[in-house]
């Protein structure tokens, strides 16, 4: 009885598989490919996101996440000379008070209209047709305008 040599296979001492999910989601957040927001919620980002868009000159994807990962929970965080930190807490009434006003407008949330009915909110919003009790939106989306202007440089 010959062997034949050219028919062996060789099989690997242990089982080989693909890397867990939570692995492929580690690579793409420290490559930077995927951006997890550190001081709003996923739904405020979104609603960040689909904001600086808007507001921002083309190019600066990245302005919502620049923005987000700058804001401090106090104005005492902030270094002594340097300008006054955007407040987190200013960041997610305001995020909420559009979220709430689209919805009770519109019935959808702010992420899910088109980008012209987005745009024609956030006029409104700016020439003080759509208010709020608990914030000045108009002043908040200014000053939102201008942060989102600087980090988008």
């Given at each position: 009885?010959?062997?034949?040599?050219?028919q062996?296979?060789?099989?690997?001492?242990?089982?080989?598989?693909?890397?867990?999910?939570?692995?492929?989601?580690?690579r793409?957040?420290?490559?930077?490919?995927?951006y997890?927001?550190?001081?709003?919620?996923?739904?405020?980002?979104?609603t960040?996101?689909a904001?600086?868009?808007?507001?921002?000159?083309?190019?600066s994807?990245?302005?919502?996440?620049?923005?987000?990962?700058?804001?401090?929970?106090s104005?005492?965080?902030?270094?002594p000379?340097?300008?006054?930190?955007?407040?987190?807490f200013?960041?997610?009434?305001?995020?909420?008070?559009?979220?709430?006003?689209t919805?009770?407008?519109?019935g959808?949330?702010?992420?899910?209209?088109?980008?012209?009915?987005?745009?024609?909110?956030?006029?409104?919003?700016?020439?003080?047709?759509?208010?709020?009790?608990?914030?000045?939106l108009?002043?908040?989306?200014?000053?939102?305008?201008?942060?989102?202007?600087?980090?988008?440089?």
């Amino acid at each position: 009885m010959a062997i034949n040599a050219d028919q062996l296979t060789a099989t690997p001492l242990h089982r080989t598989t693909d890397p867990l999910p939570t692995v492929w989601l580690k690579r793409l957040i420290d490559s930077g490919t995927l951006y997890i927001p550190q001081n709003l919620n996923p739904n405020q980002f979104a609603t960040l996101q689909a904001i600086t868009l808007l507001l921002s000159y083309p190019g600066s994807r990245y302005a919502a996440s620049r923005l987000d990962a700058t804001l401090a929970t106090s104005a005492s965080e902030a270094e002594p000379d340097a300008p006054a930190p955007p407040i987190t807490f200013d960041y997610r009434l305001g995020l909420d008070e559009i979220e709430t006003i689209t919805r009770t407008r519109t019935g959808y949330s702010f992420t899910e209209l088109p980008a012209e009915l987005q745009d024609a909110i956030l006029s409104l919003i700016a020439t003080r047709d759509l208010t709020t009790r608990k914030l000045d939106l108009a002043r908040w989306l200014a000053d939102l305008h201008t942060h989102t202007l600087a980090l988008a440089a």
